[in-house]
């Protein structure tokens, strides 16, 4: 979600119940200028002590760019796009489970299908073509900025096992920052690879990078540093 996209509109949001949801592998690439916002690991931000499961979850990335701030969003989409073909690839071969919040971009009758197809009949279907829900994906329906906000994504997330999320997507310094905090206060451990997210504004971007790890507890790290294996980055 863009703040365009809503408007100065408050309110509620839909809940989406999670439902399974069709990607393709690419080569993935470090765009230029993302290890300036990498950081080392920080310290887990809560969790139950057993590690748990870690899931991937794809924030707004079925979208057809067709909002008033889309301009500025495309260049750093095209960049991310990517590493987010590789780091869905290696979740996907590792069993983790990818898990697509969406938002319903103001449709209030859309299901997941009508979202996926729209964005793959828009202006820019090949950012979403490469990265589209596969048949193991699970893909849940949000309103407002937050992936969790109003959402059934705590509930399955539990359901799961999950104990440590993978937040990629867009964008960085809206929807990424605000499902961090509430991630953070619901005691998942958080990591954001930061060539994986796309932003509008890059100083602002960078400063909610720096809000993640500061105030969060946040690990910013390269994509190619998550290790879906051990549940968390490999050493620098």
């Known amino acids: 979600m863009t703040s365009a996209s809503h408007g100065g509109t408050g309110g509620g949001g ?26 080392q690991p920080a310290p887990a931000s809560g969790g139950d002590g057993d590690g748990g499961r870690t899931a991937l ?9 067709e909002h008033p701030d889309a ?30 919040v969406n938002d319903n971009f103001g449709e209030w009758r859309s299901h997941h299908g009508e979202i996926v197809e729209t ?24 309103a407002r900025h937050s992936i969790f906000f109003e959402t059934p994504l705590s509930y399955l997330l539990g359901q799961l096992g999950v104990r440590h999320v993978v937040l990629c997507g867009q964008v960085t310094e809206q929807c990424v ?45 390269l994509a190619k540093e998550v290790d879906f294996e051990q549940a968390g980055v490999r050493p620098g």
């Open 119 to 142: 964005a793959l009949s828009g202006p820019h279907a090949e950012l979403v073509e490469p990265i589209r829900p596969d048949d193991s994906s699970l893909f849940v329906v949000k």
């Open 57 to 65: 979850i794809v924030v707004d990335m079925i979208n057809s760019y």
């Open 177 to 221: 920052l605000y499902s961090a905090l509430d991630a953070h206060i619901r005691h998942f451990e958080v990591t954001v690879p930061v060539d994986a997210v796309a932003h509008i504004h890059a100083p602002l971007a960078d400063a909610a990078l720096e809000m993640m790890r500061r105030n969060m507890g946040a690990r910013t790290v």
């Open 71 to 100: 301009d500025l969003l495309l260049p750093s989409a095209r960049e991310t796009l990517p590493v987010l073909v590789d780091l869905l690839g290696r979740a996907r071969e590792r069993d983790v489970p990818v898990i697509y």
């Open 14 to 39: 839909a809940t989406g119940t999670p439902h399974r949801a069709t990607h393709q592998d690419g080569d993935g690439r470090v765009p230029s200028g993302s290890r300036d916002r990498a950081q």
